[in-house]
Every structure is written in C-alpha cells, then in structure tokens.
C-alpha cells in the first residue's frame, strides 16, 4: 500500500482522508490509502513524513510554515508566501506547493466577481489568498489581530492593518481565514468592528469548513449571504490530488470529492 497523510493538530476533524479515498477508488488506484497524523511539533514533519515512508501528504493548521522548511524544492505560489499545504515525495526529495489559494479563488468564482475584499487573519491561509487576489489586481486589505504578522503583506504593497489601526469600510467580500471558531466559539474580530462591517452587507466567507462559525452565524444574524470553506477544500483537494497522481481530469475529480464529502 502506498499511503498519503494529512498532517495537522488538530486533525480529526479532517475530511481529507475520506475526499482523497473516495478519488482513489474512483480512479481504480487501489494500492493507495490515505490517513491522518496528529502532529504536535511541526518541526518533526520531515522526519515524521520518511519513517511513515509517505508518497506525498496534505498539512493543515498550524503546520504549513513548517512543511515550507521541511521540504527539499518548494514551488508556485507557495515559495512566495512561505506555506506548504501538500508535499510530494518525487524519489526521496520533498516537494511542495500551495493549493488553498487556487482552490479557494475556484470557489470563490460560484458566488460571484468580488473586487474589493478584506482578509480576516494574516496566517498560511491569509497569505495564500492576498498572493492570489493581488495577482488578479483587486483591491486588497488586510486585518490582523496582531502585528508580526503584517510585514509579509505590507512588503507586497497589500493594506494591513491590526484591529487598532483598522477603520471599517464598504467590501464587496469578508474572508475569515483565521483559525477562530475552529475550537472554540470566538469572533476573528472585536465585535464592535465585525457590526460596521457588516451594515454594508458585504459577502461573507469563512475558510473554516462544515461547522457554523460564530463569524458565520453572526453574518446570517445580519441578513448576509454567505459561504463556509467546503469549496476552498474541495477545490484544494482536487489541485493536491492531481499532483499526487498526475491526473489532470479536474472536473472529474471535483465531482468524486464533493459526492463523498456530502456523504
Ligand atoms: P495559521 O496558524 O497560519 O494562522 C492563524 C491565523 O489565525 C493568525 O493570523 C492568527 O492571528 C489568527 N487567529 C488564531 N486564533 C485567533 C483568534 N482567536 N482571534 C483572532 N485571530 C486568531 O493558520 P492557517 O492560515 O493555516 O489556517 C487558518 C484556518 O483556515 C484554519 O481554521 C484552517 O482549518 C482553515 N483552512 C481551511 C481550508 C479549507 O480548505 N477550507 C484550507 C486551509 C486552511 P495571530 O497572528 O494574531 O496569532
């Protein structure tokens, strides 16, 4: 059996292993499996990856600046922002690539053409996405509860701002890609901020997946329409699973994740 893995802590909540299975099957791979590891130190990913003798892994929170390091080649999108979400091992050298950013901008096309946009958070994730929007020229800005975070996006010409310096405008898009409400039940931004917000009515998105984030249920409070991260991980799935197999039918495989993540 060649066996994948996600990598993340927490990771039980993962739907990975079931999305990547269900595509195996589908596509007659029956060698393969696909499992979870909870990982504390992110510093052990490397060594970790080579005693379960890996053919390629997923790395969700808080890992992916880690699996940056970990890895020999680190290409497309993710050597600029510094953040690996999949891994594959191409005879013993460990590559990686990002996946959210393309994945979640595939999504984000359903809901419909958003120009000015305002990332919650300045992780992996934040990252990920600024990178990918900025390159399709929308206007950009940038909240983040604490500072260290900022310099990579105010280096890249990108607003960012803490929730101090922050002043509240019309967006046409708001993104929680902070990892608040993952297990816990807290707003990614004061309240009070959150409030002017959302009196425009912007679209409101949360990366976080299949759990109704405090974010969430305070934007539908406010009449809002809204989107949780099942696309964003449907479609970052459909990219990692073409790297891992080199199966270029995207469609087909989007249609096999999506069917085993309803089930
Ligand atoms: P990182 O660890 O890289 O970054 C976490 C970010 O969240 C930081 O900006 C941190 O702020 C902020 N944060 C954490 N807790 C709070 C809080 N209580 N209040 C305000 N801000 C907070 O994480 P990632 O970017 O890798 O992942 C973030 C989330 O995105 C996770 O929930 C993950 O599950 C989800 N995700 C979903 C995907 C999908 O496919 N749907 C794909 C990728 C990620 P600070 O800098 O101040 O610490």
Do not use: M, T, W, Y
């Given at each position: 059996m060649t066996l994948y893995s996600i990598f993340g802590?927490?990771?039980?909540?993962?739907?990975s292993p079931k999305i990547h299975n269900a595509c195996f099957k589908e596509f007659g791979l029956r060698h393969l499996g696909y499992t979870r590891t909870r990982l504390e130190?992110?510093?052990k990913l490397r060594e970790t990856f080579l005693d379960l003798n890996l053919k390629g892994a997923n790395v969700t929170v808080p890992h992916k600046e880690e699996a940056f390091k970990a890895c020999d080649e680190v290409r497309g999108v993710a050597k600029v922002i510094g953040a690996v979400n999949t891994v594959v091992n191409e005879n013993g050298r460990l590559i990686g690539y990002n996946t959210d950013a393309p994945g979640f901008v595939e999504s984000l096309k359903a809901h419909g053409n958003f120009q000015k946009i305002l990332i919650i958070g300045g992780g992996g994730t934040a990252k990920a996405l600024a990178t990918a929007f900025k390159d399709e020229h929308r206007d950009l800005t940038v909240v983040n509860?604490?500072?260290?975070?900022l310099d990579f996006f105010k280096e890249s010409g990108i607003k960012a701002f803490t929730w101090e310096s922050f002043k509240p405008e019309k967006f046409d898009v708001v993104i929680n890609t902070t990892?608040?409400?993952?297990?816990?039940?807290?707003?990614?931004?004061?309240e009070e901020i959150l409030e002017k917000l959302f009196e425009t009515k912007p679209f409101a998105v949360d990366v976080i997946y299949n759990k109704n984030t405090p974010f969430l249920q305070y934007a539908k409070s406010k009449d809002l329409k809204t989107a949780d991260g099942e696309g964003m991980l449907i479609w970052q799935g459909v990219l990692a699973f073409s790297y891992f197999t080199s199966i270029e039918d995207k469609q087909e495989i989007y249609k096999t994740m999506k069917e085993a993540f309803a089930l």
């Open positions: 802590d927490p990771v039980s909540h993962s739907f130190d992110g510093s509860r604490s500072k260290k975070r990892s608040a409400g993952l297990e816990d039940n807290s707003l990614p931004i004061p």
